[in-house]
């Protein structure tokens, strides 16, 4: 696993980052503001479990209480219910997150990253009031996010910056999947990724792209299983065994793209989307770096 460790994407430009930390539960961040336009988010998970960052784009007049006050909560009741087999139960939980939610827009962010490993990601954000967010699950069930929220205000302010140059290509649709067949090689590499067709599934989520090292032997199922949070083992800690998550890009609209650099080194690795069956939808996809 030490070729995995050394896997870690470590930038050498720090113009135009905003740095994220998590030490155990908690998201420690520079400012609670940003420039609108292009951002790199890079993000520092020093903590014993795995976590991401999701960017929420709240609807006006809403923020992080009402995130813990009325949606958050609704979540965890119906994983509660999910977790006690009560699955109609669930659905009546879930069906009381607020009108207002179906307005959020989900913009990206990092995708998971295994403890002790930090990552970047490039998106742009439109000025408005955002949530971050990280919802892996504690060994108990609970949601991070019950603890793993902060407020930004993205400015109208540009950033002036332009999205980094792309060595590879991933283009993942709702309807065809992960589409990435490079050759890819060992280095410091950016991946744009270009999304199509968005849609939500099963699990109330649209797709993502993640980035995971895999170890030689590790069950691929087992990975698939637990990337999907709706199952009542997924994204719940501990992470299955064999795999290094390396971040990625979080979900976004159809028409949108994202960027995450890595460094590489040889072994196999995998792409894959938090989405139930990411196999059956075409959203699980290995490869190889020689």
Known sequence: ?????????????????????????????????????????????????????????????????????????????????????????????????????QEVEFTGGVGLLSPNTEAQSTIRLEPGTYIIECYVKMADGTFHSLQMTEQLEVTETESGMEPPEADYVIDIDASSGIQFDESVSAGEKTFQVNYGEQKVHEHYLQHDVNIVWVDEGADMAKLEKWVNWSDPDGLQTPAPEGFRFLGGVQEMKAGGKGFFTVDLKPGKYALISEVPGAQSKGMLKTFEVK
């Open 1 to 101: 696993m030490e070729s995995a460790a050394e896997a870690v994407n470590e930038p050498k430009n720090d113009n135009n980052v905003f740095t994220v930390t998590t030490r155990s539960m908690e998201f420690s961040i520079p400012s609670d503001t940003l420039p609108s336009g292009w951002n790199t988010i890079r993000y520092k998970n020093n903590s014993n479990e795995v976590h991401l960052i999701l960017f929420d784009k709240y609807p006006e007049g809403k923020g992080v209480e009402d995130a813990h006050n009325e949606v958050i909560p609704a979540f965890q009741e119906g994983m509660d219910m999910i977790n006690e087999g009560k699955m109609e139960e669930a659905q009546q939980a879930f069906g009381k997150l607020p009108e207002w939610f």
